[in-house]
């Protein structure tokens, strides 16, 4: 019997890879920050027959307190932990002069350091387990920052960082982290973001263009369960890869970001963006 642990189970990624999961024999323990949005996962759940195979639990991952009760009932019900998938975040879209300081607090501790807690807390289960995975979901938006997404794309420039040294000092253990970085998908955390950009009267033509241009991305964005496939096969592969680039162009992406000059990237995005380079 493998168990999982899924954060930010209630949506997009995090749903489908628990119901993936499921069904793959996986017992999940899909957290969520508020029990009452479970709903649509148990009624997938029930419809597939894997109400059996999902623990649905409230965990706030900035609250280490409800941290530690899950690895209290997962070593009371399971005594195992196989796998680790940190999902659970959020994008702060703005631009920067715009955003406050508790907003730049405020995404940093739910994406980075929220990662951090549950990592350091359910690491052991692991290491007692004689090895595992750490999945965690970053982003193209780990590998490029996108103009009016500065928090979000700090946010997932951490979490390479951090899986960089994780995966490092983990692997020799039989613990293998692996990143897995989408493209634009059909999530409900763009929809959020776009809603807490407000232009100004007085907003230039390239921020404007920012925000269509998001917009765009949005709805031409792909189905998530093409990401939940992967990490279900990440979970899965004995010595799995460590980035994996998933979506759209995102392959594209890194293999640009890796070989081509800076000062050709932000020519070809201002260009796309109607914007001005001063020389």
Not at 79 to 98: H, P, R, W
Not at 111 to 129: A, H
Not at 216 to 237: G, Q
Request: glycine share 6%; charged share 25%; proline share 3%.
């Amino acid at each position: 019997m493998k168990v999982a642990l899924v954060t930010g189970s209630n949506s997009g990624f995090g749903l489908l890879t628990t119901l993936r999961l499921a069904d793959e024999g996986y017992h999940v323990i899909a957290t969520m920050r508020k029990l009452d949005n479970k709903e649509a996962l148990m009624n997938a759940a029930q419809e597939k027959q894997l109400q059996m195979m999902i623990d649905c639990i409230q965990m706030d991952v900035i609250n280490q307190q409800e941290i530690e009760s899950v690895y209290q009932y997962i070593e009371k019900k399971y005594s195992k932990l196989d796998v680790i998938i940190n999902n659970a975040g959020y994008c702060q879209g703005g631009f920067f002069t715009e955003l406050t300081e508790q907003q730049w607090l405020e995404q940093f501790d739910a994406n980075v350091f929220g990662m951090i807690r549950v990592t350091r807390t359910m690491l052991p289960f692991l290491r007692l387990n004689g090895g595992g995975k750490v999945v965690n979901i970053s982003s193209v938006s780990g590998i490029l920052g996108y103009p009016g997404m500065s928090p979000y794309t700090s946010s997932k420039f951490a979490i390479e960082g951090l899986s960089e040294s994780l995966r490092l000092e983990c692997r020799h253990e039989n613990i293998w982290v692996s990143l897995v970085q989408p493209a634009s998908y059909k999530t409900n955390i763009w929809e959020k973001s776009l809603e807490q950009i407000k232009l100004s009267e007085d907003a230039s033509d390239f921020q404007k263009n920012i925000y269509k241009a998001a917009h765009a991305s949005k709805d031409n964005s792909a189905d998530p369960m093409e990401v939940a496939r992967l990490i279900v096969r990440i979970c899965e592969c004995t010595e799995p890869k460590f980035r994996y680039p998933v979506g759209k162009g995102a392959r594209t992406l890194s293999l640009i970001k890796r070989i081509v000059p800076w000062f050709i990237i932000e020519k070809v995005v201002y260009s796309k963006l109607g914007g001005k380079i001063h020389e």
